[in-house]
């Protein structure tokens, strides 16, 4: 990827996977919204958001780090730093 997104891009964009592909209120997307609890996706979805943002972005978040992940923010700290 030749460009470096800045974390309001990432967030943007997660939230519009989010949206579209696991048909999420856009009301309940915020930075502090617990992927599992509170946007109720499970290990299978983690797994297909995973996907999807690394074809944005081209990179990978490793299983390990991708583990640790819980709250929309984790996602986008995650992948920021790996941009």
Not at 51 to 77: G, M, W
């Given at each position: 990827m030749?460009?470096?997104?800045?974390?309001?891009?990432?967030?943007n964009?997660?939230?519009?996977?989010?949206?579209?592909?696991?048909?999420?209120?856009?009301?309940?997307?915020?930075?502090?919204?617990?992927?599992?609890?509170?946007?109720?996706?499970?290990?299978?979805?983690?797994?297909?958001?995973?996907?999807?943002?690394?074809?944005?972005?081209?990179?990978?978040?490793?299983?390990?780090?991708?583990?640790?992940?819980?709250?929309?923010?984790?996602?986008?700290?995650?992948?920021?730093?790996?941009?």
């Open positions: 030749d460009k470096k997104y800045s974390k309001e891009d990432i967030f964009k997660l939230c519009t996977i989010l949206e579209e592909e696991f048909e999420i209120e856009k009301s309940l997307l915020s930075k502090d919204a617990n992927l599992f609890t509170d946007l109720d996706l499970d290990s299978v979805d983690a797994v297909d958001l995973a996907v999807r943002l690394q074809q944005f972005t081209d990179k990978r978040i490793s299983p390990e780090e991708f583990k640790q992940i819980k709250t929309l923010e984790d996602v986008v700290e995650s992948l920021y730093n790996l941009l």
